[in-house]
């Protein structure tokens, strides 16, 4: 299966960078997410107020993840029924996008009022799934979970074999368990969002997330 190489530690900011296409049926990877990058002038202003590159690492993704993800003044939902699917490039995501065991950062088309919500879309065997996966919301293989780690924030964007990793805290999240917690300090697992084909052949949404974004909520 196809596999992309983990950031190194000098970008480890919870974001992710795109890799251009070549050309040749690339492929973006769960690591394809530069909306969600921090810019250096915010690294600037973190280290003024911490005093330092440790405390920097810890709170760099966080504050990313946390601020960029929708407009300040954005209230509604993040998906809805019939909002497609789309890559970093605004492509709709059709059926044949992924083969199993790949992943991919997508987000909502874009509408008023949200900047960005960073989504983790994978694929596995359809029977690979179990745990506390909604099936119902799976469609084809595909599963779709939030980004956005439950325990500060940061961005899922490191794996271990098909383990997702927040590479802030080393949470560990499980795609073919519902994306339950298997290790680190989160407190929820990843909230999935339910999905299927459109009659058009592309990914869509049938409603919104099935709990809290990011810290907090139940």
């Known amino acids: ?3 992309e190489t983990p950031n190194t530690d000098d970008d480890c900011d919870g974001c992710c960078s795109d890799c251009p296409d070549d050309g040749e049926g690339y492929r ?11 810019q250096r ?4 202003k973190l280290l003024a107020t911490v005093g ?7 709170l760099a993704a966080p504050l990313a993840g946390l601020t960029r993800v929708f407009e300040r003044s954005y209230t509604g939902p993040v998906y809805s029924d019939g909002i497609y699917l789309v890559d970093g490039e605004g492509n709709r995501i059709t059926e044949s996008a ?3 065991g790949e992943k991919l950062t997508v987000f909502p088309e874009p509408r008023p009022g949200i900047e960005k919500a960073p989504t983790l879309l994978v694929r596995h065997a359809e029977d690979a799934y ?3 996966t909604k099936t119902e919301y799976t469609v084809g293989g595909y599963a779709a979970y ?13 794996e271990e074999g098909e383990t997702l990793v927040c590479p802030c805290h080393f949470g560990k999240f499980d795609p073919t368990a519902g ?16 999905i299927t084909l459109s009659s058009d052949g592309y990914l869509i949404a049938t409603g919104d997330f099935n709990g809290t974004v990011g810290p907090g909520g139940d």
Do not use: W
């Open 98 to 100: 992924l083969s199993e």
């Open 28 to 38: 973006p990877s769960i690591f394809s997410d530069t909306r969600a990058a921090l």
């Open 146 to 158: 939030s980004k956005v780690c439950t325990h500060a924030g940061c961005m899922v964007s490191n």
């Open 41 to 44: 002038r915010d690294y600037a």
């Open 179 to 194: 994306a339950k917690v298997v290790g680190g300090p989160p407190p929820r697992a990843l909230p999935q969002l339910p």
């Open 52 to 58: 330092g590159m440790t405390a920097v690492g810890s």
């Open 1 to 3: 299966m196809h596999q």
């Open 130 to 132: 179990g745990g506390e």
